[in-house]
């Protein structure tokens, strides 16, 4: 294990100047082994969801709802590997566990911004799959441009909203306990188990946890809970067939999202003796593994994306004027 220089004595209170981080379990010995495949998960991400954003930006055919939340989340998942490869990359290129209090909470916004983001255009596309399927009739009127711009608006109010208080609360909070986090990345919940307690930043921290992270999810199951009643009701098995195909992508993108979180709940509710290791590496699976598996998901689940990635990939036939 590696040891922590200039670590706080868990009683005495600060201002918190600096954060120190811990490094992937089992490798902090040697942090330079795990760069390689860091860097190339993240060039992977930034490529495959790259080629989305490019598909879906030049294609005027895709220019629909669905593919409009698609872009959103291929934007968010973009933004969310970038905010988490400084610390990262600090870890394993140098092994600088410590970080300044102000650049540990900058990270800090922008992995919340993006996550609250990501979880909030997988409940808008969980509606748009619900109102096509039950709806399909009123879908082209339910679901207009003016609609959309509504949602993209409460979407950013709601990313801005919950978590710009955020960094200035745990900024200006005393810390009792060692200024230890149990991530390579700075996150809220974690900052604000350091702080002292009775202060406003731990409550507001659990507030913003639970009005995302645990209402989104009841939401886009329910949805499903919709669609899949309709689904029941449709009379041949090649009906339900598509329509489920439609929604493939995305329910493996929801469970792919939420399940590492939902069982690090169950884990601690139930208090199930887990060394503190699987719980960063579920923590890692959470935040590392959609921004990689999300595009590939869509481009083999979706026809439209697939056909237009071949499509753009194949070279131009020149013809010479007889």
Same mark, same amino acid.
């Given at each position: 294990?590696?040891?922590? @220089?200039?670590?706080?004595? @868990?009683?005495?209170?600060?201002?918190? =100047?600096? /954060?120190?981080?811990?490094?992937?379990?089992?490798?902090? &010995? &040697? @942090?330079?082994?795990?760069? *390689?495949?860091?860097? $190339?998960?993240?060039?992977?991400? &930034?490529?495959?969801?790259? $080629?989305?954003?490019?598909?879906?930006?030049?294609?005027?055919?895709?220019?629909? @709802?669905?593919?409009?939340?698609? /872009?959103?989340?291929?934007?968010?998942?973009?933004?969310?590997?970038?905010?988490?490869?400084?610390?990262?990359?600090?870890?394993?290129?140098?092994?600088? #566990?410590?970080?300044?209090?102000?650049?540990?909470?900058?990270?800090? /916004? /922008?992995?919340?911004?993006?996550?609250?983001?990501?979880?909030?255009?997988?409940?808008?596309?969980?509606?748009?799959?619900?109102?096509?399927?039950? !709806?399909?009739? #009123?879908?082209?009127?339910?679901?207009?441009?003016?609609?959309?711009? %509504?949602?993209?608006?409460?979407?950013?109010? !709601?990313?801005?909203?919950?978590?710009?208080?955020? =960094?200035f609360l745990l900024a200006h909070m005393p810390y009792c306990l060692p200024q230890v986090l149990t991530h390579s990345y700075c996150l809220h919940p974690d900052i604000a188990h350091l702080a002292c307690p009775g202060g406003w930043g731990a409550i507001y921290s659990l507030f913003v946890v639970l009005s995302v992270m645990g209402l989104d999810p009841l939401l886009i199951f329910f949805s499903y809970g919709l669609i899949g009643r309709v689904l029941k009701g449709l009379g041949s098995s090649e009906d339900r067939w598509k329509a489920g195909q439609t929604c493939a992508a995305h329910l493996s993108a929801v469970l792919l999202f939420y399940m590492p979180m939902i069982?690090?709940?169950? *884990?601690? #509710?139930?208090?199930?003796?887990?060394?503190?290791?699987? #719980?960063?590496?579920?923590?890692?699976?959470?935040?590392?593994?959609?921004?990689?598996?999300? =595009?590939?998901?869509?481009?083999?689940?979706?026809?439209?994306?697939?056909?237009?990635?071949?499509?753009?990939?194949?070279?131009? %036939?020149?013809?010479?004027?007889?």
């Amino acid at each position: 294990m590696s040891t922590f @220089p200039n670590q706080a004595a @868990p009683n005495n209170t600060s201002m918190a =100047p600096t /954060f120190l981080l811990v490094g992937m379990p089992g490798l902090s &010995a &040697a @942090p330079s082994w795990w760069t *390689i495949p860091l860097i $190339t998960m993240y060039l992977l991400s &930034a490529l495959g969801n790259g $080629t989305i954003l490019w598909i879906i930006a030049l294609d005027s055919t895709l220019h629909r @709802p669905m593919y409009f939340f698609l /872009f959103l989340l291929s934007v968010s998942d973009v933004g969310l590997a970038t905010a988490l490869m400084p610390t990262l990359l600090g870890l394993a290129f140098a092994g600088v #566990h410590a970080v300044p209090a102000s650049a540990c909470l900058l990270q800090m /916004f /922008f992995v919340h911004i993006f996550s609250v983001m990501e979880s909030s255009v997988l409940l808008a596309m969980a509606l748009d799959r619900a109102l096509a399927i039950c !709806r399909p009739l #009123h879908y082209p009127t339910l679901l207009t441009n003016d609609v959309i711009s %509504k949602i993209c608006l409460a979407i950013a109010f !709601r990313c801005l909203g919950l978590h710009l208080p955020l =960094p200035f609360l745990l900024a200006h909070m005393p810390y009792c306990l060692p200024q230890v986090l149990t991530h390579s990345y700075c996150l809220h919940p974690d900052i604000a188990h350091l702080a002292c307690p009775g202060g406003w930043g731990a409550i507001y921290s659990l507030f913003v946890v639970l009005s995302v992270m645990g209402l989104d999810p009841l939401l886009i199951f329910f949805s499903y809970g919709l669609i899949g009643r309709v689904l029941k009701g449709l009379g041949s098995s090649e009906d339900r067939w598509k329509a489920g195909q439609t929604c493939a992508a995305h329910l493996s993108a929801v469970l792919l999202f939420y399940m590492p979180m939902i069982l690090l709940a169950l *884990i601690d #509710h139930l208090r199930v003796p887990i060394p503190q290791p699987a #719980h960063t590496l579920l923590s890692y699976v959470h935040f590392l593994l959609p921004p990689l598996i999300n =595009p590939i998901l869509y481009s083999v689940k979706m026809k439209e994306i697939r056909e237009r990635i071949v499509k753009r990939l194949q070279p131009r %036939k020149v013809g010479c004027a007889q």
